[in-house]
């Protein structure tokens, strides 16, 4: 594919949007508080697009498309399991969150949350959390370098080494100046333009092969194991595929968007909004990488670039199918969905360096517009060290996030739930379980298993975190008091 004028045209105007906003976030942005987390000042609607699309990164509209069509059905469970413990992370993890929070000394990031929650005087859980943060969040933004490298080089013919700079200037620029607000009020835009192409995409590419029937058999004649729920990993591939849905308690990216919500009330019906969009966008994402097989088994001198790299399938249908005005608007949405979740982590990296680290330990005294600049500084160097491990050619975006997802579902997903509802849970179950799910996930992956490292990753944790605190001292009385406080209000709220 190369680039016309209407793809120029459609993606500047798109860029230049988002940057627009950034602007109009910066005149909002006066205090550290409204870089961190908006001021806590998100209302339903935009708390579940900003959570729906800081989640679907380029995965969603690559990797995820790329899988189906590559392998069929059997990746199907991956968005099963990450359907379930969305919902179950909406239901139980994002009220609690909001509150205890908000009461753990008005808490700005997770690393800050944990501190008070278990009372840590030697700031030994905010040094090692906001560490977990940067080795596990410099790979995931990595994830996304690679998906907008391989959408500037797919549409206007870039070397991938160009391309990941291009790819990646405008999310740093708007991150950089807006800062929360910025990256919340774009997802709700980027969140849209998604949903309207998983939708329009998969739609025309069951027209093109004659319907859902057609379709189906016609990749039954290209390979019929593509047609089978269990695929060559069986039962272990499908729990793999599954886990997924465990890493949603543990990504902070998402967490943000809860803390940030202006009321415990404005949960629920941000549930409702945020799944119902999610569950369009996966269906959209799934339907194009399984009926695509279809679409090329039909148009086989057109499938080159999808057989070099399948994680192309949703750009080459979407140029070879739309007007490139249209296609452009399409193709835009590929950009938004990494550029959401790009700038998401960014922030979130920015802030556990700027709040954990600089004004943790350094610069208690700092000043807001000193911990603003710091944290613009700290998007930079981010963004840099991302640029760095996206710089191999070869990497793939899918397997990139499945890595960072697990660190981050292991790390802290254990100790996100029990931190919320265990009154018994103390410093050194908490500590522990993250440490042990962190270093059982590195570990894990390293063996080459076929199970997914997030399974036996949570699995420990969780086991870390339980023994641990019932064989050591029980947490301080003030500490049992504000949790006893937090489900009272809870308990009222209906949670």
Known sequence: MTASTPLLVTFAAYLLLMIGIGLAAYRSTRTFDDYVLGGRSLGSYVTALAAGASDMSGWLMMGLPGALYLSGLSETWIAVGLTIGAWCNWRYVAGPLRVYTERANNALTLPDYFTHRFADGLKLLRISSALVILVFFA????????????????VFG?????????????TILYTFVGGFLAVSWTDTVQATL???????????????????????????QVDPARLEWLGAGGMVAMVSALAWGLGYFGQPHILARFMAAGSLATIPRARRIGMTWMILC?????????FGIAWFAAHPALAGPVQANPERVFIVLAGLLFDPWIAGVLLSAILAAIMSTLSAQLL?????????????LLRPEASHRELVWFGRSMVLSVALLAIFIARDPESRVLG?????????????????????????MNLAGALAGMFAGAVTVLLWKRADSALYEMVPGVI?????????????RAPPAAVRTTHDEVQAILREAGY
């Open 139 to 154: 790979i995931y933004c990595a994830s996304g370098i690679v998906a907008g490298a391989r959408l500037f080089e797919s």
């Open 158 to 170: 870039l070397p991938y080494a160009q391309a990941m700079w291009w790819g990646a200037a405008a």
């Open 194 to 220: 998604m949903i309207l192409a998983l939708l329009l995409v998969p739609m025309m590419v069951l027209i093109g092969v004659g319907g859902v029937g057609q379709g189906v058999a016609l990749i039954e």
């Open 282 to 290: 996966l269906f959209g994402a799934l339907a194009t990488g399984f």
């Open 348 to 360: 979130v990296c920015s802030s556990a360096l700027t709040e954990d680290f600089y004004r943790g």
């Open 400 to 424: 990139l996030v499945a890595y960072a997802w697990a660190g981050f579902g292991a790390a802290f997903g254990p100790l996100v739930l029990l931190s919320l509802f265990w009154r018994r």
């Open 460 to 472: 420990v944790a969780t086991l870390a975190i339980v023994v641990v605190s019932l064989l050591t």
